[in-house]
């Protein structure tokens, strides 16, 4: 049978994380490709999958669920109405599903349920959250959890109302490119002695404009002093950002540095990251960003204090950030901070290197 002794992966046709995290199995954690099978279901719309040729991916029919008794492990990437709805008939065409089924999920996936949770830590029925029926049955009967289990145990004992499920403790192995691809870039730039000039990156990619507000008018003065990249999304977003610009240079007499950029792709933003001295990471989203940027050791991390990111890297990494909202961005070249950057590297390292052994045990059919 096809999926006999194989990994089974659930994702969708859009989905951005499965040839990451299967590509850091193969490269880190010891996994066979042969070993990892993706079913792929339609999401709605026009399919963005990129598949890689090393993986085996198979569309997912309903004559599938049959041949699924003999897969050592079934891992959902993210749940939705849909995957819900595949992982509801398999559990319901096997006995013992259960043990093997495993879900690896998001901070922005945990805040969109913890949103939606009533006054009882109940969740409920909202299609626009796409939290359905079938999400509640997968959420009420899952047993196993691929998260990291300093930041995630109590909040999903908070959102699930019960404790009995298990956590696979392991945070991301993957970088935003795939390890092979990563490791030339970071070895290029090391190589080059690639030279950083005074940048900070304003978020990853997801930076609310009140947010952006209250950091440039708390930094303007500091910032006189960098040049700041930033992601706008829209040409809306640009517009209002810059009309407040010229209302602070009229008050502070001197211009920003403030470049915007647009889409790009991976390589070029890996490469955008690794120049930047500081990263301004927005409250939530963008953790994946944020630690390969620590883990490269290209400067400091900047989080407001209390954020979900801020607990997520304080609780996960013990990571040493500075707050955005109370700390200066006076230091340049300071060798206490440049000992902190290699500190908060290697406990990014370190982390990692835990996560793999234990994905490994997981996934790895060697005994």
């Known amino acids: 049978m096809k999926f006999s002794n194989k990994h089974v992966f659930i994702i969708s046709d859009r989905d951005i994380f499965f040839n990451l995290f299967a590509d850091a199995l193969v490269q880190k954690c010891n996994v066979s490709s042969n070993d990892i099978i993706a079913i792929v279901y339609n999401f709605g719309g026009n399919s963005s999958l990129v598949k890689n040729p090393q993986f085996n991916y198979i569309e997912y029919k309903k004559e599938v669920i049959k041949e699924l008794s003999s897969a050592l492990t079934i891992t959902s ?24 089924f495993y879900i690896l999920i998001t901070d922005d996936e945990i805040d969109r349920w913890r949103k939606n949770s009533n006054k009882e ?7 626009n959250q796409e939290i359905d029926e079938n999400v509640l049955f997968v ?28 956590i696979l403790n392991a945070s991301f192995i993957f970088d935003i490119l795939p390890i092979t691809q990563s490791e030339l870039i970071k070895q290029a730039l090391i190589s080059l002695n690639y030279q950083k000039q005074n940048r900070l990156l304003l978020g990853s990619k997801g930076f609310s404009l009140i947010g952006v507000f209250n950091f440039i008018r708390k930094n303007y003065k500091s910032l006189i002093n960098l040049q700041v990249i930033f992601f706008p999304g829209s040409l809306n977003r640009r517009i209002i ?9 009229f008050i502070y007499k001197k211009p920003l540095d403030f470049v915007y950029l647009g889409k790009l792709n991976s390589i070029t933003y890996n490469v955008i990251i690794a120049s930047c001295n500081y990263f301004v990471l927005q409250d939530r989203g963008g953790a994946s960003t944020a630690r390969l940027y620590v883990k490269w050791g290209s400067g400091r991390l900047l989080i407001k204090k209390g954020s979900p990111n801020e607990r997520y890297f304080s609780e996960v990494y013990n990571l040493d950030c500075l707050d955005w909202e109370s700390e200066s961005l006076s230091f340049l070249n300071d060798e206490i901070e440049n ?3 290699l500190e908060n590297s290697l406990k990014v390292i370190e982390e990692e290197k835990r996560s793999i052994q234990i994905l490994h045990e997981l996934y790895s059919n060697i005994n």
């Not at 995630?152 to 298990?166: A, D, G, S, T, V």
């Open 121 to 127: 830590n109940r969740l409920l029925v909202n299609k």
């Open 241 to 249: 950002i810059d009309l407040y610009l010229i209302y602070l240079k």
């Open 77 to 100: 990437i993210s749940l939705n109405s849909k995957s819900a709805e595949i992982v509801k008939a398999i559990s319901e065409y096997y006995n013992n599903f259960w043990n093997s």
């Open 339 to 341: 000992k902190i950057i």
């Open 139 to 166: 959420l009420s009967r899952i047993e196993n959890f691929i998260v990291a289990e300093k930041y995630f145990k109590n909040i999903l004992e908070n959102i699930l109302n019960r404790e009995n499920f298990k």
